[in-house]
């Protein structure tokens, strides 16, 4: 299994265009939400974070992988990590979770995941579902994990729960 990590920026003026109630409660002009993707599976998991910080970023990235890996009933040194050369990931720290830690240039199955989500999300905005970020980060990651994929004929959530081991992913 292959974990891939990116962060998304969410603009307060996409905010604010999606719905006009966070021109008041949206204090900073640049946020972001942290997108985990396996790729075999497509599993994906967001949350919501203020700064760009290595400190506060990256125990969320190693909750995601933690998570990941109890849905895949796998440990996380028997996993791949991979990430871009941005600075908001302590590699030092993820690699003592994840041994195969690399950065690479492009991380495509995160990337394709990240059009999604972001889709997805501000979809949820517009469609007033949720007035709170990590609300609809929820609903955006609980849909983005139940999307029918053609090429494997199934959700992720589905890949998963047939996880055994005569039919491995």
Known sequence: YSVETDLIFIRKNDLVN??????KTQKKEET???????????????DYVTTKDPKVVTPIVKAHI??????LKVHP???Q?????????????????VPDSKVVPVASSVEKKN????????RVLKSRR???IPDALKQTQKLLNETFSRIQGMTPNEMVAKNTKTFNI
Do not use: H, W
């Open 66 to 71: 933690r998570s990941i890996c109890r849905d």
């Open 81 to 97: 990590a991979r990430f871009d050369a941005g600075g908001e990931f302590a590699m030092d720290k993820i690699k003592e979770l």
């Open 115 to 122: 059009q999604d989500a972001q889709r997805v999300f501000y």
């Open 32 to 46: 972001y939400m942290v997108s985990s993707v396996e790729v075999a599976t497509g599993l994906a998991r967001l």
């Open 18 to 23: 999606s719905n006009p109630r966070f021109e």
């Open 130 to 132: 949720s007035v709170g």
């Open 77 to 79: 040194r028997s996993i």
